[in-house]
């Protein structure tokens, strides 16, 4: 068996590289600060007047912690449904979280929800969506709790593509509203502010910790639903709890990044490949990893090409599209969905 | 009263609640019925297994005896009837409770992710585990203990998506054993095992009955493995239990009525067991199960 790394091993390192990252993230951009300056501007706080200030404190320290939140939500939510369908081609964009939590979104912004409610309205409409094309498609590909691999990913494109469409009717119907609609599905983490930080991390914290709590359920379902049943697990209970905490994740990390795809599918590949498949360690250190990965991702999008800005979800795509390939290969030739 | 008198199906000699205490261990079944949609798969069963008895379900093909040890388990809700163990009505007790009373081990499908068979037997704690994170050193050391008792101690490291199915069905006995309930329902436990892992596991769960009073009810394939080891058999067909005995009583008309063979029965003096010799099949009539498959 292939050597693993240790949890606690694993967690000083990425907890070490997400500071890096931070620091990287704060330093960096159209205007280079250096670390020691970065270090008096934390220590002292928000300055008027002082540029170094302004940038750090209002563009680059919310904009690295909410890439960070919304990294590690969708790197969660990955983990999760890699396990509750014991699939690893799952994540909240295969399987057309995400596009439902767009939906929702977008319905948000046309109602004016968005800009009535502010911030905090968008996630819950967002959630909704996500909701029901997780139990949609979970209805559509599991079998007596058996969800094969074609069925997911078949569901999983035919829910996305319905998406689209609805979206692409809207903003037909909605024209006055169509640049609302576009800079949003733009995606991208440039409107971070620190009142999105706290919504983000309102909504994705307590249910990354909810989902945490149900690791060892996870684990027994891993070896299907009747074995987890024999184990003692509340199956029902544990599966809803599952469903439910992470589309509401997956939904927090849409409203404010836009879709960002392929994290919640590499990230958790990746960690449970060098630290192995208990979720007790998964998740956490899934989250650290997926939330530093967005915030390098973030950083390369905004230094590539100033003072344009790239979408991130085209970086993260650029290198999660060919990863999701070779998986898809594998699973094939291995006959995994056998 | 005889044995034979004593295991025979019991819907008409106990009326309900009449016995007060029940044995820990004790399995009870009261005229469960069970059906797949609309097919009728269980009917009106009725028996009972004392604490710290091997007991034997036989039968042909689709005579519903791994549906019934699922029932029993409280996988499967019956349609009827309900099933008591150590006294508990088991479709009634809360998950926690039911695993530690309860374990079944049976056909399960590979697991998805790489898990030490270490990690896999250590899951049979789930039942007794408070913090989210550990295991207490209890918990470890009978992790330990089950993967020797069950003859897998020196897979402990390899991952479980390696493993052959022989090996896999040792950890899912191991896993059961680390459950330490009082009843284990197996499903064809020696399924996948080679003659000489078939002879220690079938001694394992002799003396997990003997030694430990712990009771098993397993679905036997292999007629002569249930007659060798149990001390009493549960003959079913097309979802009835038809004869309840123990494995002295087995008689040439017994064999011919459940399985339609013709079969030998030999008296071998180094087991101190029969074994059943088959002669001939007779023709299958066509009211019985669905007919056997040649995969």
């Known amino acids: ?338 | 009263m005889t044995v034979g008198e004593q295991f025979m199906p019991c819907g008409a000699c106990d009326t309900g609640e009449s016995r007060v205490q029940a044995e820990v261990g004790e399995i009870r079944v009261k005229g469960v019925s069970f059906a797949y949609g609309r097919k009728l798969v269980l009917k009106n069963v009725s028996l009972d297994v004392p604490a710290g008895t091997v007991a034997a379900l036989v039968g042909p093909n689709g005579a519903g005896k791994s549906t019934l040890l699922k029932v029993i388990s409280g996988y499967l809700r019956p349609s009827e009837g309900e099933v008591l163990v150590s006294g508990k009505p088991v479709h009634r007790l809360s998950s926690r409770e039911r695993s530690r009373l309860i374990t079944y081990t049976g056909h399960e499908p590979r697991p998805s992710f790489e898990f030490t068979v270490e990690e896999t037997v250590r899951m049979g704690r789930t039942p007794y585990v408070r913090s989210v994170f550990s295991e207490s050193k209890e918990d470890l050391a009978a992790a330990r203990a089950a993967m020797r008792a069950a003859f897998c101690e020196e897979l402990a490291n390899r991952a479980i998506t390696s493993l052959s199915s022989g090996e896999l069905q040792r950890v899912h006995v191991a896993r059961a054993i680390c459950q330490d309930p009082e009843v284990f329902l197996l499903d064809e436990p020696t399924a996948h095992l080679d003659l000489a892992f078939e002879l220690l596991m079938m001694e394992l769960v002799s003396r997990m009955a003997q030694e430990r009073k712990k009771t098993v009810l397993a679905v036997f394939h292999d007629l002569n493995l249930a007659v060798r080891y149990a001390s009493v058999l549960f003959f079913m067909k097309d979802g009835s239990l038809v004869h309840s005995l123990r494995p002295d009583q087995l008689s040439k008309e017994i064999i011919r009525d459940v399985y339609n063979v013709d079969a030998d029965l030999v008296f071998h003096p180094a087991t101190r067991s029969w074994r059943v010799v088959p002669v001939s099949a007779a023709v299958r009539p066509a009211t019985t199960s669905p007919p056997a498959r040649y995969d």
Not at chain 1, 326 to 333: A, E, I, P, S
């Open chain 1, 1 to 338: 068996m292939r050597k693993r790394v240790p949890g606690r091993t694993y967690l000083v390192a990425v907890t070490a590289l997400v500071a890096v990252s931070v620091s990287l993230g704060l330093a960096l951009g159209t205007v280079f600060i250096p670390i020691g300056e970065i270090t008096r501007i934390l220590k002292e706080g928000p300055r008027q007047g002082d540029t170094f200030s302004l940038i750090i404190w209002t563009l680059r320290f919310p904009r690295v912690l909410l890439a960070f939140v919304e990294g590690a939500s969708l790197s969660v939510a990955g983990v999760v449904m890699q396990g509750l369908f014991r699939n690893p081609m799952a994540d909240p964009y295969v399987l057309g979280v995400a596009s439902g939590a767009s939906l929702g979104a977008v319905v948000g912004i046309v109602m004016g929800i968005g800009k009535a409610l502010g911030l905090w309205a968008l996630p819950g409409l967002a959630f909704l969506g996500a909701i029901g094309s997780t139990l949609f498609v979970y209805a559509l590909s599991t079998k007596k709790g058996r969800t094969d691999t074609w069925t997911l990913l078949l569901s999983g494109i035919a829910v996305s593509s319905l998406v689209s469409s609805l979206i692409a009717l809207i903003m037909v119907l909605w024209r006055e509203r169509v640049e609302e609609i576009v800079f949003w599905t733009m995606g991208g983490l440039s409107r971070a502010s620190w009142q999105s930080v706290l919504a983000a991390a309102c909504y994705s914290l307590p249910g990354m910790w909810v989902l945490w709590l149900q690791a060892r359920p996870l684990n027994a379902l891993s070896f299907g639903e009747e074995s987890a049943f024999h184990l003692g697990v509340a199956v029902e209970k544990s599966k809803r709890i599952l469903l439910w905490a992470s589309a509401l994740i997956t939904a927090s990390g849409v409203a404010f990044t836009g879709p960002v795809g392929f994290v919640g599918l590499v990230v958790p590949h990746v960690v449970r490949l060098l630290t192995g498949p208990d979720h007790r360690w998964l998740l956490p250190l899934s989250a650290l990893t997926g939330g530093n990965v967005l915030i390098l991702a973030d950083l390369l999008a905004r230094t590539l090409r100033p003072p344009l800005e790239i979408p991130v979800g085209v970086i993260t795509a650029l290198f999660g599209a060919p990863f999701f390939l070779y998986l898809l290969f594998k699973t094939r030739r291995s006959g995994m969905d056998e």
